[in-house]
């Protein structure tokens, strides 16, 4: 089965706690702090995999976890990272963000255009630090340790789009399915009724020294772009492709269309979709030339097509074109024509590559664009102002300090105070207009404000 959108949820492993431990030898009484640090929990990282042609994996199963970290032990024993979560996917898979609330899309992640190719979309959580990492000149016996880091989550939609050469588009019944039949191996179902091809089929060809990949893109029909039928399903396989190969039928088919509106419908629906698509190389082709009495649309096609390459090129006849002004008239039956549109093709995708050469070598590093981005995001913070009193502080890295923080432990709490006026979360509150006395919520936890005076003095919890 042809699976080209899914949206799945992930969520990283949590980090393993960290120990709060002493040393305890015979004939040393007073060992200090030994406790080790909690292992870091997996990724889910996904990765493009040539191999893969469909998401027919994700189907039915919509939610991924990593492996989470263990806890430190004493004698500095560190524990165990856990074991990062790859999902593969076919090349050619963009990944964005998803918001299942609002039924979003967000921002692009990473379009994943090599094999091998792969993108981090959910980090493991940090190990929490065990009390050796606290000792200072004043605390020489840190009697508390940090808690695992909870991991990033969230959903993520996948969308695949179709990594060919060449596409072969067409109003239904053009004729693209045997004419991919008969440049390739690739076998799609062919019949004499609409819409036979209902998902893209992808063939190789191959004309002398040089090869391409064709996909075959189902039928489209006027008011595509605006989704009318599978308009949008179908339209954006044709994003990747290097040349647009149009196919029209000469016949009209059993409605007795026009063939020279077909090729304007097309033409017209593909500009709508995205105006790059207006100026992506482009062959027509006119097929069924085996039928008697197609010549006189022959004719009135190969001079709409030449008015068309020159208008493609400013208006100067003997400029390059992205539209060639020849029209290649074939027979997809018989094979009449199609070598030499195979060979037509071959060259101006080998052409086409060539060109594109140095732009592929400069490959984005997704993992980096988007950890940034991420990590910016992260160490935003926000106070919101309830009202009576109440301040809540809303923020990815300010709540996980929370979560990490051991409650049950003063020490542990103090700590947590440092950090948090380190981050300025202190100083955003009484700009916010917070005063002593007032009640500041952090994910689960509330506390009174009191400015910075006592660790103790400053952030005492009161029952929720």
């Not at 919509?62 to 990062?84: I, L, N, P, Q, V």
């Not at 000792?135 to 179709?162: C, D, N, S």
């Not at 981050?423 to 506390?447: H, K």
Request: one cysteine or more; hydrophobic letters at 40%; glycine letters at 12%.
């Amino acid at each position: 089965m042809f699976i080209d959108k899914v949206r799945i949820h992930v969520k990283g492993g949590d980090g393993g706690a960290g120990c709060m431990s002493f040393r305890r030898e015979a004939h040393v009484p007073k060992g200090g702090p030994d406790g080790g640090d909690g292992g870091h929990g997996g990724n889910v990282v996904v990765e493009a995999d040539a191999s893969l042609s469909s998401l027919i994996e994700y189907r039915f199963k919509h939610h991924f976890k990593a492996d989470r970290g263990t806890h430190g032990k004493g004698s500095r024993m560190h524990g165990a990272t856990g074991e990062d979560l790859v999902l593969k996917v076919p090349v050619g898979t963009v990944v964005r963000e998803y918001f299942e609330e609002s039924k979003e899309t967000g921002e692009l992640i990473a379009d994943l255009t090599h094999d091998g190719e792969s993108v981090t979309v959910a980090c493991g959580g940090m190990g929490g630090r065990g009390n050796i990492h606290f000792v200072t000149p004043t605390r020489r016996a840190p009697a508390f340790a940090e808690l695992g880091e909870p991991a990033q989550e969230g959903w993520i939609e996948l969308e695949m789009k179709l990594m060919a050469d060449a596409a072969l588009v067409g109003m239904p019944s053009a004729g693209k399915s045997s004419l991919i039949a008969k440049i390739s191996a690739a076998r799609p179902k062919i019949a004499d009724y609409p819409f036979t091809t209902l998902v893209p089929n992808l063939g190789v060809a191959r004309s002398g020294d040089l090869s391409f990949v064709a996909a075959d893109i189902p039928g489209l029909i006027e008011g595509a772009a605006e989704g009318r039928g599978l308009g949008h399903e179908f339209l954006r396989h044709i994003e990747r492709t290097a040349l647009i190969v149009h196919v029209v039928d000469l016949t009209g088919d059993y409605e007795g269309r026009d063939p020279l509106e077909d090729y304007e419908v097309i033409n017209r629906e593909l500009a709508l979709y995205a105006d790059d698509l207006a100026a992506r190389p482009r062959i027509v082709v006119a097929n069924k030339i085996d039928v008697p009495g197609t010549e006189e649309a022959a004719e009135r096609l190969a001079a709409r097509v030449r008015a068309d390459s020159v208008a493609a090129a400013g208006g100067d006849e003997f400029a390059p074109s992205p539209v060639d002004p020849k029209l290649y008239r074939i027979s997809a039956l018989t094979g009449e024509g199609v070598d030499a549109l195979k060979a037509a093709i071959a060259t101006k995708v080998h052409e086409l590559r060539e060109a594109s050469r140095a732009e592929l070598a400069a490959d984005v590093q997704y993992d980096h664009v988007w950890e940034h981005k991420r990590e910016a995001r992260d160490k935003r913070f926000e106070v919101l102002n309830l009202g009576g009193g109440v301040f809540r502080v809303v923020g990815p890295q300010v709540e996980r300090m929370v979560v990490q923080t051991d409650w049950e432990n003063e020490e542990a709490i103090a700590f947590l105070q440092h950090r948090l006026k380190r981050l300025g979360v202190e100083t955003a509150l009484e700009r916010a207009g917070a005063v002593d006395g007032d009640e500041i919520r952090i994910v689960g936890r509330a506390f009174d404000f009191e400015s910075a005076r006592t660790a103790e003095d400053m952030f005492k919890e009161l029952d929720l």
